[in-house]
């Protein structure tokens, strides 16, 4: 999460939210906010959402995502948050939407978890 400048900025009853830079860490070659880069935000703040979710003795991995790219940002922030559609014993879905900071949609990805025992 570091080399990318993401961070986690708020915790609510059913979503967690963060932000990431668009600068020249998560620039594609076009000058554009890369689309890897906004699937890592997705999938950061959608697997660290589902941790909280588990009981002791348990985390989650990451078994599917996709992500539709729908505006291009060349500066600025990308704020992303992540909400549960199910949150299940062995699996988990979450959307997650990602906005510039006008609040125009800019990525939705959906992440599946599955929920695993933490190795002893």
Known sequence: ???????????????LRGTMPVDARTHQPYGLLH??????????????????????????????????????????LVVGTARPIHVGRSTQVWEIKIEDERGRP??????????IDKPA
Not at 1 to 15: H, N
Not at 54 to 72: F, K, M, S, T, Y
Request: proline share 3%; charged share 15%; net charge negative.
């Open 35 to 76: 689309g890897g880069a906004s699937v890592a935000l997705a999938e950061t703040l959608g697997s660290s959402a589902g941790g909280l979710c588990v009981g002791p003795g348990q985390g989650v991995v990451g078994i599917e995502i996709n992500a539709n790219h729908l505006r291009g940002v060349r500066e600025g």
């Open 106 to 115: 800019v990525c939705v990805s959906r992440l599946t978890l599955a929920v």
């Open 1 to 15: 999460m570091e080399p990318l400048g993401i961070r986690f900025t708020e915790l609510g009853a059913d979503y």
